[in-house]
């Protein structure tokens, strides 16, 4: 509050006070000069009335403490106690004074009634401006919703167009790629056929990297391939994952004969996904369990879920030679391998399908690992609900 506007309420207060006290002055002037106490002591309630107009809470009572003084001392003064002899004098000051206290506490009432009013009003304009504020921020969410919209639509068009890039792509790494290779596999092996026992041990092993290295470009351009079909087709439907395991399980029948590993699970749950995908999901952390066996330890797979209300998670842990903490992140990367290839077989993709897979199913995949104790993967999948 500024100096001049509290001069100006300290002026007006002052006004106020004044006027009240001169009416006072007043009334209490003509009660000591009349005999008509009762009609003009009951004055004092213009001047109580009046003492509404004054700040403060407690200004009525105030007033009507000075009224009751003034009436008093205008009994005792008059002399009219001793020359009446009845209590009618006594009978005049108690009407009056009833009349100003009862005065009194109707401004009280009424005051204290409007300053819960005003507090009242305070608190709603206090409300509606906060109100307001919410209104306007909500204004301003809604249009930087509307501009994200309009960005995740042009980003959706250009996602559009990557992907039919990424078709003709693998277009031409379907035949462009593999034709020439296919080409070198068959000149390779005709160059074997007619020649090999016609080269010296150099010549032999240089054969023999061409024709392995043709292999295995073969097999990174099919699983290249696989990897980008993922997800073309979304149709989504209920999963058995306990059947799905389970046949899983009697495809590696032979695998898991030959190093007499296990594979345990019960009591899997129903999900929703593409049964093609999630049979390629569980097939590859489940063969990479055999795969990273350790040497002279029979492997032993572990599959698992724990439901939630809205997702389930899985894990196929496994005791095999176990992952570096620092690897968890590479090994989800297309291409990425940890071992090589004459140690492990494969192409290192196997992982960055379980990725692409769970999170096309609008889960995550993680693991947990240590080196030489094995390895549990956790992913998400969505329940029926």
């Known amino acids: 509050m500024s100096i001049d506007r509290r001069y100006l309420m300290f002026f007006q207060t002052a006004t106020l006070v004044f006027f009240a006290a001169m009416i006072a002055g007043v009334v209490f002037l003509v009660d000591m000069n009349t005999d008509k106490t009762v009609a003009v002591a009951s004055m004092y309630a213009i001047v109580i009335l009046y003492s509404w107009l004054i700040p403060g809470k407690y200004a009525s009572i105030f007033t009507a403490f000075i009224c009751t003084f003034l009436t008093i001392t205008a009994v005792i003064l008059s002399d009219d106690m001793l020359t009446n002899a009845s209590d009618l004098s006594n009978m005049n000051m108690v009407i009056s004074l009833v009349v100003i206290w009862t005065c009194v506490t109707l401004v009280f009432i009424a005051k204290s009634s409007f300053s819960n009013l005003e507090g009242i009003n305070k608190k709603l304009s206090e409300s509606s401006a906060a109100l307001f504020e919410n209104v306007k921020e909500l204004d301003d969410q809604q249009q930087e919703l509307s501009e994200h919209k309009i960005l995740l639509e042009n980003l959706n068009t250009d996602l559009l167009v990557k992907n039919r890039e990424l078709e003709r792509f693998t277009s031409i790494a379907s035949h462009d790629l593999q034709e020439p290779l296919r080409t070198i596999g068959n000149m390779t092996q005709l160059i074997s056929n007619r020649y090999y026992s016609k080269f010296d041990e150099q010549g032999k092993k240089m054969l023999e990297y061409v024709?392995?290295?043709?292999?295995?470009?073969?097999?990174?351009?099919?699983?290249?391939?696989?990897?980008?079909?993922?997800?073309?087709?979304?149709?989504?439907?209920?999963?058995?994952?306990?059947?799905?395991?389970?046949?899983?399980?009697?495809?590696?029948?032979?695998?898991?004969?030959?190093?007499?590993?296990?594979?345990?699970?019960?009591?899997?749950?129903?999900?929703?996904?593409?049964?093609?995908?999630?049979?390629?999901?569980?097939?590859?952390?489940?063969?990479?369990?055999?795969?990273?066996?350790?040497?002279?330890?029979?492997?032993?797979?572990?599959?698992?879920?724990?439901?939630?209300?809205?997702?389930?998670?899985?894990?196929?842990?496994?005791?095999?030679?176990?992952?570096?903490?620092?690897?968890?992140?590479?090994?989800?990367?297309?291409?990425?391998?940890?071992?090589?290839?004459?140690?492990?077989?494969?192409?290192?993709?196997?992982?960055?399908?379980?990725?692409?897979?769970?999170?096309?199913?609008?889960?995550?995949?993680?693991?947990?690992s240590k080196k030489e104790l094995g390895s549990s993967f956790y992913f998400t999948l969505a329940k029926v609900l």
């Not at 996904?273 to 097939?283: A, K, S």
């Not at 572990?302 to 590479?330: L, M, P, Q």
């Not at 494969?346 to 769970?358: D, E, N, P, S």
């Open 211 to 368: 024709t392995s290295a043709t292999g295995r470009m073969t097999l990174l351009i099919k699983g290249f391939l696989d990897f980008s079909r993922i997800g073309n087709k979304r149709e989504f439907q209920k999963v058995d994952s306990q059947e799905l395991v389970h046949t899983i399980v009697m495809d590696f029948d032979a695998a898991l004969k030959a190093v007499n590993g296990r594979v345990m699970f019960k009591e899997l749950p129903i999900v929703i996904g593409n049964p093609v995908e999630l049979r390629m999901l569980f097939q590859n952390l489940i063969g990479n369990g055999l795969k990273f066996r350790k040497q002279d330890v029979t492997p032993i797979i572990e599959v698992s879920a724990n439901e939630n209300n809205t997702h389930v998670e899985f894990c196929v842990k496994d005791n095999g030679i176990g992952i570096e903490k620092s690897d968890y992140d590479k090994i989800f990367l297309i291409f990425q391998r940890l071992h090589a290839t004459e140690e492990y077989d494969g192409t290192g993709l196997g992982l960055a399908y379980c990725r692409k897979i769970v999170e096309i199913h609008g889960g995550k995949i993680w693991i947990d």
